[in-house]
C-alpha cells in the first residue's frame, strides 16, 4: 500500500538545524516530483520545495538558501535539510506526491522552533 511517513520534527532553538525524513512505500520516490509543504497555525498549507525525476529542484522564496530537498534513491527516501531556522518555520511539514493526478500526503512531523 502507497505510504509517505515523515519523521525528524521536533523543537529546535532559533538558528539551528533539523533534518526531516520522508520515507516512501510503494511510491518510487526515484522517477516522482516529491514536494514538501508547511502548515503553520492559522495560515494555509504552503509548498516549500520540490524535487523532480531528473532531479532538478526549486523552493519558496521564504526557505530559498536555507533548506535543502534531496533523496535517497536506495533508501526510497526524500530529505528536507533546515538551517538557520526561524520561529516563522513553526509547522507540521508534510511530504507530498500525485497519484492518479491526485494529490497524495504523509501525516506530517511538528517542527517548532523557539527559545
Known amino acids: 500500500q502507497e505510504q509517505l511517513v515523515e519523521s525528524g520534527g521536533g523543537l529546535v532553538q532559533p538558528g539551528g538545524s533539523l533534518r526531516l525524513s520522508c520515507a516512501a512505500s510503494g511510491i518510487i520516490v526515484s522517477i516522482n516530483t516529491m514536494r514538501w509543504y508547511r502548515q503553520a497555525p492559522g495560515k494555509q498549507r504552503e509548498w516549500i520545495a520540490g524535487i523532480t525525476s531528473g532531479g532538478s529542484t526549486d523552493y519558496a522564496e521564504s526557505v530559498k538558501g536555507r533548506f535543502t530537498i534531496s533523496r535517497d534513491n536506495a533508501k526510497n527516501t526524500v530529505y528536507l535539510q533546515m538551517n538557520s531556522l526561524k520561529p516563522e518555520d513553526t509547522a507540521v511539514y508534510y511530504c507530498?506526491?500525485?497519484?492518479?493526478?491526485?494529490?497524495?500526503w504523509g501525516q506530517g512531523t511538528q517542527v517548532t522552533v523557539s527559545s
Open positions: 507530498n506526491t500525485d497519484l492518479w493526478r491526485r494529490p497524495f
